[in-house]
């Protein structure tokens, strides 16, 4: 059990310079989905269901801190995590990955092209998704982590500003708002409630958290505290963008039946450019672009770590007998054993595997572009986003309490309570998701 500091954690002013691996996992969590099922929240209840909104939040700040967590105090990944705990689980996420993937695929290219569309013309939003794919191929193949995480930052910045600058323009009631914080659930919001709480901050890509840490150089218990100010201000921020887009819907869509559609959001656009001018429209657009962009890159690198450590880990023992292998580990995130200097070659990037799955992830989606949105591509993409956030509640409470992790890691009182409500409350979800589709 490795718990010892390969570098000096930051302290003071110098811990805010240090941040990045939790305000990539956050943005990239943040998608067209989350958007959509945000503004037609907004468009149906006003800002009522604020209060969902926030604890959703709540809930993956918690499970993103648990996930940095099982990282600096057990030296190894989540992959490593869930091999310990038997074949069921390492299967169970090898089939996932692989199908979440292309059905993902094609969603995220399709988010890109919309706004690409909107702001471009000249190309059908099939091509422009097809260009987004590869400019993402292109962008994530040729990256290395420290470059990636500016780049990043800077499209974090720009959707950030955008929308909340939106959300200050249109002058909300600060009395409406402030009462979306008391708790009531509207007749007929429960699916939209089970929504917020579920889609705010991502799914699967919380996993890649861990990587992001280790690639910055961050190992060790002695990072714990660096960890959770990082992980906090970067569910801060998504805390804010998202009551920033349930205001705008609220606002200027109030009344109005939407549906469940990425489209709908250029609906909005088109709102805001008739009430304040086309300079409102394109900085809606340019924050769009943002969003759909840094959750397409961020899957792109993040999800594709996380492939490349399943076939590493799916080669070593499982159960009980497995023992954490760290220079494997360092090997799997890229750094040089001993040094901590995170990405020193870009071993995982470079690897096989990683390089398969990102394109995996790129080409064959494309072919799904053609079938024009099907409605069993939107039902599959849908069930795989609410079985995955039981599993990874339910695993986190299982490792993060076991004698796989160093004392001083292990889950306290509130971290337990945390993990156990998002466990229960994502299994109600999971259920409810499928009876709405299948019932």
Do not use: C
Not at 48 to 63: C, F, Q, R, S
Not at 176 to 186: E, H, N, T
Not at 394 to 412: C, E, K, Q, V
Request: hydrophobic share 55%.
């Amino acid at each position: 059990m490795v718990t010892t500091d390969a570098v000096t954690p930051p302290t003071g002013r110098k811990k805010l310079r240090g941040l990045g691996p939790g305000l990539l996992a956050a943005a990239t969590g943040v998608g067209a989905g989350d958007l959509v099922a945000t503004m037609v929240a907004g468009a149906q209840y006003g800002t009522v269901l604020l209060w969902a909104a926030l604890l959703g939040t709540v809930l993956k700040l918690g499970l993103g801190e648990g996930v940095g967590r099982w990282h600096l105090a057990s030296g190894t990944t989540l992959l490593d995590g869930w091999r310990r705990l038997g074949r069921w689980a390492t299967g169970f996420f090898g089939v996932y990955i692989v199908l979440w993937g292309f059905v993902y695929g094609a969603t995220a290219m399709s988010a890109v092209g919309l706004p690409l569309n909107a702001l471009f013309g000249g190309l059908s939003v099939r091509y422009w998704a097809m260009i987004a794919g590869a400019v993402g191929l292109v962008l994530v193949w040729a990256q290395r982590y420290h470059v990636f995480e500016k780049f990043m930052t800077v499209l974090v910045l720009i959707k950030f500003v955008s929308v909340v600058s939106i959300a200050v323009l249109v002058a909300p009631d600060l009395g409406d708002v402030l009462s979306g914080l008391a708790f009531r659930l509207p007749e007929g919001s429960t699916v939209y409630v089970l929504g917020l709480i579920g889609g705010v901050g991502g799914t699967i890509t919380m996993a890649a958290y861990g990587y992001w840490m280790f690639a910055k150089g961050w190992k060790g218990t002695g990072w714990l505290s660096m960890m959770r100010l990082d992980n906090a201000v970067g569910y801060l921020m998504t805390g804010v963008f998202v009551v920033s887009m349930l205001i705008v819907g609220s606002t200027i869509l109030f009344g109005q039946n939407l549906t469940q559609s990425d489209s709908g959001l250029l609906v909005l656009g088109t709102a805001l450019g008739e009430r304040y001018g086309d300079w409102a429209r394109l900085l809606f657009l340019i924050g769009f672009l943002a969003v759909t962009s840094t959750s397409l890159l961020g899957v792109w690198n993040g999800v594709s770590l996380l492939f490349a450590d399943w076939t590493r880990t799916i080669r070593l023992p499982h159960g009980r007998r497995a023992e954490a292998d760290l220079a494997v580990v360092e090997a799997v995130v890229g750094d040089e054993p001993g040094t901590g200097k995170g990405y020193h070659a870009g071993a995982a990037e470079r690897s096989v595997p990683f390089r398969g799955y990102l394109l995996w992830l790129t080409f064959p989606p494309m072919a799904l572009l053609f079938l024009d949105r099907p409605f069993a591509l939107t039902l599959v993409y849908g069930v795989l986003g609410s079985v995955f956030m039981p599993f990874l509640a339910i695993t986190l409470m299982l490792l993060l309490n076991s004698r796989r992790i160093a004392a001083d890691g292990r889950s306290g009182p509130l971290s337990n309570v945390v993990l156990g409500a998002s466990s229960a409350l994502f299994l109600v979800l999971l259920v409810a998701d499928l009876v709405e589709r299948f019932g």
